[in-house]
């Protein structure tokens, strides 16, 4: 699921509604998804950071400046400073490769686990599909951040560790997710026919059941990746993430804690930032949600 | 109909003794040891037969099954253990800090209703498609935005720049506003959003033209016709958002540095105090549990399109 096929979805209704050329510019104007754009562009600058951060600022995070202590924003330096005089822009570019390693490894415990669950109850049905469901309910009756709690005292603090416990919430969601996508696959006729005419279960689960359930499971990813920054920053805050000197987010909010008096911006910077992402993620969510609606 | 009611309860049981089953099993597997935690500490000078004697006391040695089953006794009898860290009875310390987390989770459900019902009705009356749309787009913003920080940006608002709310010796009203509007604000979004999706797909039904055609205003639609119909399906998220409540209780609670149940998590986590995280664990599972057989119980009597139908068949 790429920018080009959201965007090429959007064109072709367009064009059926309206012929006029100069027209259609006005219209594309002013049709043209400027919000998932943008949901687009901060998720690319988020992933740039991570992957360059050297590009995006010449500060060093970890690393203050003498003197330099609690500096308001300014022309060098963009969000200010913190209160050992190390850049905030530095800190949050480079903290984003923390947060968003986390979260990819969150929904990666919950997607793998979740849907491979999913995948074998609904496959399986019977007394199997009974015990992992249940199994499931079990885990949604435990409040998702109590869950989390429980994983992060059981294995400890720090990044995986947290990243492990948020992935673990997400199981669930996922396992009944498949679960019901392929129930609902199965019953298709063209999978029957696939059966009829000597397709094994694996290949007819390969070919037909995995393609078909691909797109909902994306876009419940896609929210499940939201989620998962959210958690983690949350973890971050209360102090069970990542340990102090790693500019993570939620630890960076909770670092700027002492300040809130003098220095406002050590807070409401890597919040915001969070906000963003998570945003967009939701943003894009929803519109693979959407064309997978309208194409079935 | 009975037997649905039996086995429905007979279910919710089974969920509820798998999730202390669960809960058991993550944190007495735990490699770290609270009474270690608490008891090697050198201020205490305890020598290592007084160490073995307190673990004899808390009975950590015995085998795993004989706390299982020991462990599930004492849960069915209202008695969870003993803090480690704070040596008092959980269950007092639960009774002490349940108060104020009832009158914060309280206020912030209500809040949190009005808040919903306010932008699901604003959505609905908006007059343009830009501001509807605007509108609508809240209840995402909302579930963005980290509780936490929220917390924090309110403070930072209204305590500091606007100097609204003190926070040095605050009233009984400047104590309570901030927390209950940072844990609105989660609450309300899934409210609204499911307001939102129900309000227009009922607009959509034949009795609306209707009562339109007989000369109903359209605010009186609103509230007698659609409203009514828009707000039950509501009570189908009650245990989502319950959890939401405690975890925003959690977080609220930390921020603030009030005490309550989600303070009590926080600090049985950081100290590693196993019996109280369990005992919340439990607790909330069961909560979560009875709520939604409440609401799967009560629903059919609420809806008289359901009781009808259940009637034919019992």
């Known amino acids: 699921m790429t920018t080009a096929d959201t965007f090429s979805d959007l064109d072709t209704g367009k064009r059926s509604k309206r012929a006029g050329t100069s027209r259609s510019l006005a219209s594309i104007l002013l049709n043209f998804p400027y919000g998932l754009a943008l949901a687009w562009l901060v998720i690319a600058t988020v992933l740039l950071w991570t992957l360059v951060p050297g590009l995006f600022t010449a500060y060093d995070p970890l690393q203050g400046v ?4 609690l500096k308001a924003p300014s022309a060098a330096h963009l969000l200010g400073t913190d209160s050992l005089g190390r850049d905030l822009f530095s800190r949050i570019v480079h903290g984003a490769v923390h947060s968003l390693s986390g979260a990819i ?18 496959s399986v049905r019977g007394r199997v599909d009974e015990i992992i469901m249940r199994f499931v309910d079990v885990l949604l009756s435990i409040p998702t951040l109590l869950l989390s709690l429980s994983i992060i005292i059981l294995l400890g603090f720090g990044t995986i560790n947290a990243a492990i416990a948020v992935g673990a919430t997400a199981i669930a969601g996922f396992a009944r997710l498949m679960r019901s996508e392929v129930v609902r696959v199965r019953n298709a006729e063209f999978v029957e026919a696939a059966f009829g005419s000597g397709g094994t279960f694996g290949k007819v689960l390969w070919r037909h059941i995995l393609p078909n359930s691909l797109t909902s499971v994306v876009a419940y990813t896609a929210v499940q990746f939201g989620w998962a920054i959210l ?25 700027g804690r002492n300040y809130l008096a003098t220095a406002w911006w050590l807070t409401a910077a890597p919040g915001l930032v969070v906000v963003a992402v998570v945003l967009s993620a939701n943003r894009i969510s929803q519109s693979i949600g959407k064309t997978n609606g309208r194409s079935a | 109909m009975s037997r649905y009611v039996v086995g429905r309860i007979g279910q919710a049981l089974l969920v509820l003794w798998a999730a202390f089953t669960l809960s058991f099993i993550l944190l007495q597997a735990m490699p770290g040891d609270a009474v270690l935690i608490k008891f090697l500490n050198p201020e205490f000078g305890l020598s290592a037969d007084q160490i073995r004697e307190i673990r004899a006391a808390y009975a950590i040695d015995s085998g795993l099954l004989v706390q299982y089953a020991n ?11 003993y803090s480690m860290q704070a040596g008092v009875p959980v269950s007092a310390q639960l009774a002490t800090n349940l108060p104020p987390t009832l009158k914060l989770a309280g206020l912030g459900f209500l809040a949190a209703t009005i808040l919903a019902v306010f932008i699901a009705f604003l959505s609905t009356m908006a007059p343009f498609a830009w501001l509807k749309n605007l ?14 920080w929220l917390a924090i940006m309110l403070i930072q608002i209204f305590s500091f ?9 605050p009233g009984p009203w400047e104590s309570v506003v901030l927390p209950v509007a940072t844990l609105a604000v989660p609450i309300a979004a899934p409210l609204a959003q499911i307001l ?3 309000i227009d797909e009922i607009r959509t039904r034949p009795f609306v033209p209707v009562a339109r055609a007989k000369g109903a205003s359209e605010i009186g639609i ?3 016709h659609v409203a009514r119909n828009a707000i039950l399906p509501v009570l189908t998220i009650a245990g989502v958002l319950f959890g939401e409540l405690l975890a925003g209780a959690v977080v609220t609670e930390t921020v603030f540095g009030l005490n309550g149940i989600g303070g009590l998590t926080e600090k049985a986590v950081s100290n590693q105090d196993l019996s109280v995280l369990q005992a919340v664990v439990v607790i909330s599972a069961a909560a979560f549990v009875t709520i939604n057989l409440a609401v799967d119980l009560a629903y059919p009597l609420l809806d008289p399109r359901l009781r009808t139908r259940n009637g034919a068949t019992a």
């Open chain 2, 196 to 198: 939102i999706r129900n």
């Open chain 1, 105 to 122: 490894a969150a929904v990666g415990v919950g997607l793998v686990v979740g849907t491979g669950l999913g995948l074998f109850a609904g």
């Open chain 2, 222 to 224: 609103l509230w007698r």
């Open chain 1, 231 to 255: 958690q983690i920053s949350t973890l971050g805050f209360l102090g069970y993430g990542a340990p102090p000197p790693t500019p993570e987010w939620g630890l960076l909010i909770a670092e």
């Open chain 2, 135 to 148: 509108i609508q787009s809240l209840p995402s913003l909302f579930i963005s935005v980290p509780v936490f």
């Open chain 2, 161 to 169: 720049r606007l100097k609204l709310v003190s926070v040095i010796n």
């Open chain 1, 66 to 69: 003498p003197g330099g202590q």
């Open chain 2, 71 to 81: 462990t599930f006794a004492n849960f069915l009898q209202g008695d969870f253990g």
